[in-house]
């Protein structure tokens, strides 16, 4: 019986008009990504990367709820 494995699938949208954004869209098992990105170059890098991870911090003192006092 064959597996079923899904696979990811990355396609590139030219920009329907002058001005906007080139769209990179990846449908994986894990869900749809969109990315804007200005040019071609751009669009082809991003499209040629197997895993987009992205990390996010913020570096104020009231991010992480530990460190917060609770207010009165």
Known sequence: MPKNKAKTKTAIYHPPKKGM???VVTISPEGV???????????R???????????????????DPVKSSPSP
């Open 21 to 23: 954004p080139y769209m």
């Open 33 to 43: 990504t969109a990315t804007a990105v200005e040019s071609k170059d751009e669009a």
């Open 45 to 63: 890098i991003l499209a040629s990367k197997k895993t987009l991870k992205v990390l996010v911090e913020d570096d104020s003192e009231n991010s």
